[in-house]
């Protein structure tokens, strides 16, 4: 009934064109075609399923999942977070830096998901782990920065400015509460534990692939 929709950093410029973060958007949209166009089988080979990476078979299901969607609103949502925070990330830690963060990223999350549950038999699949590591090392490199978002409920709609520490604080506060309920892998649902690993790989990493200088530069009131 209610929400918010980050539409980006209000607070900085960027130095140059976010080649990376663009790519990595049409790829995904690429791979989602894809899995429209052959259905469920190419879901099924492509994704990560626990119980197959513990039992030492499709470990470079690991990689592919993380480039693919359960439907629309699951890929426009995550395209939609990671256009909002990856583009001054990729910035802060140049291209190069970026690809080898998110992908790493994203691995560490599906790692932390099969860990929790390494005998489910349903597909995990999306960006949302990687996208997560991303937002953690947002929040850690520009907590002061003002993301424009898009506030909704029931039909009230409005466009504010909200800082990043209390933006992607409360996401992750959410991930952390819904931990455990929804978030069943044997039956489907949302990959709560990939969330959290994600956005906590992020937090502790960020530090050491942000370029020096960049986290204090181009704020604007």
């Not at 790829?27 to 513990?54: C, T």
């Not at 978002?149 to 933006?167: D, K, S, Y």
């Not at 039956?187 to 960049?214: E, K, M």
Request: aromatic share 16%.
């Amino acid at each position: 009934m209610g929400g918010f929709i980050p539409l980006g950093d209000a607070s900085r410029p960027l130095r140059r064109f976010a080649v990376a973060t663009l790519a990595i958007i049409v790829l995904n949209a690429y791979v989602f075609f894809k899995e429209l166009a052959y259905g469920d089988r190419f879901v099924w080979v492509w994704s990560v399923v626990p119980y197959r990476i513990v039992h030492g078979y499709s470990w470079v299901t690991i990689i592919t999942s993380m480039f693919m969607h359960a439907g629309w609103m699951h890929i426009i949502g995550n395209m939609i977070y990671l256009w909002a925070f990856g583009r001054e990330i990729e910035d802060a830690m140049g291209t190069g830096r970026f690809i080898f963060f998110y992908l790493a990223g994203g691995v560490v999350a599906m790692m932390c998901q099969i860990l929790g549950d390494p005998f489910a038999r349903v597909p995990c699949l999306g960006a949302s782990g990687a996208i997560a590591a991303v937002m953690g090392a947002f929040l850690i490199t520009y907590p002061r920065d003002r993301i424009k978002t898009v506030v909704f409920f029931l039909i009230f709609v409005r466009i504010t400015f909200i800082p990043a520490a209390l933006l992607i604080g409360f996401w992750f506060l959410m991930q952390i509460l819904n931990f455990g309920s929804v978030a069943k892998v044997h039956t489907g649902g949302v990959a709560y534990l990939a969330h959290i690993g994600g956005f906590l790989f992020g937090v502790v990493t960020a530090r050491f692939l942000v370029r020096p200088g960049r986290s204090a530069a181009y704020i604007r009131n």
